[in-house]
């Protein structure tokens, strides 16, 4: 049974299914070494998700699972941050003029139907 990483995180993922596959493994045993891989390559990579999700194909199916593991916590804030809708504080400003000059024009129409 074939177990390809895809994705950010699928250099570490790899590696450990390299290192950790064995031929004729039980679908438990895939799906254990599953949830390892892909958790090395959510902690490996910040671009990747939060939680791992597998498709398990067999000869008479395929059956999607979803999150079958979630590595990642979520980051508790120590103090809430309360901004009306629509608003952001700024913290300081600064303009500079960009030097440019027009060195050809053309008007032309667009066609809208």
Partial sequence: MPLLPAGSGQDAALA?????FQPNMTLEAAQGLLVEAIT????GDLGSGGSVDACVITGTGAKMLRTLSSPTKPIE???????????TAVLSESVK???L???EETVQTMEVE
């Fill in 97 to 99: 003029p960009l030097p």
């Fill in 77 to 87: 804030r120590h103090t809430q941050y309360h901004f009306a809708p629509g608003t």
């Fill in 40 to 43: 090395a390559g959510i902690l």
């Fill in 16 to 20: 450990v299914l390299e290192d950790r």
């Fill in 101 to 103: 000059e027009l060195v």
